[in-house]
């Protein structure tokens, strides 16, 4: 649940980088909160109200993880539009999102999984 609230609290940081563990629990809690509001607007009947509400909310968070991961890879944030490809491109991200970061310090700043346990 840390790693979800860490994530909120950089609310619109780009900048840096993001171990992969942050960023899969990010989605992990993400993915929860979306079935969970889904459920809800179900049983309130309001439509997609809330979800929706939530899903603008953490928009931007969701996108700086994903930049940071991608930094943490040795990428550019920029990377993130290979999803626009269709089918291939979102699996092209996957795997980027999925493979280890560089261990060396790279130009977005130094290994975050060194840096948490010093």
């Not at 009947?45 to 991608?70: E, K």
């Amino acid at each position: 649940m840390n790693y979800y609230l860490d994530v909120l609290k950089k609310y619109a940081v780009f900048s840096g980088r993001a171990r992969r563990k942050e960023y899969w629990m990010f989605i992990l809690f993400n993915v929860i909160a979306l079935a969970v509001t889904f459920a809800l607007d179900l049983a309130l009947g309001t439509s997609p109200v809330i979800y929706s509400i939530y899903a603008v909310a953490v928009l931007l968070p969701n996108l700086g993880v994903t930049v940071r991961r991608l930094h943490d890879t040795d990428r550019s944030g920029w990377w993130i539009l290979i999803a626009f490809i269709p089918l291939v491109g979102s699996i092209i991200l996957l795997v980027f999102l999925a493979s280890e970061g560089k261990s060396a310090e790279n130009q977005y700043g130094t290994n975050p999984k060194f840096a948490a346990a010093a």
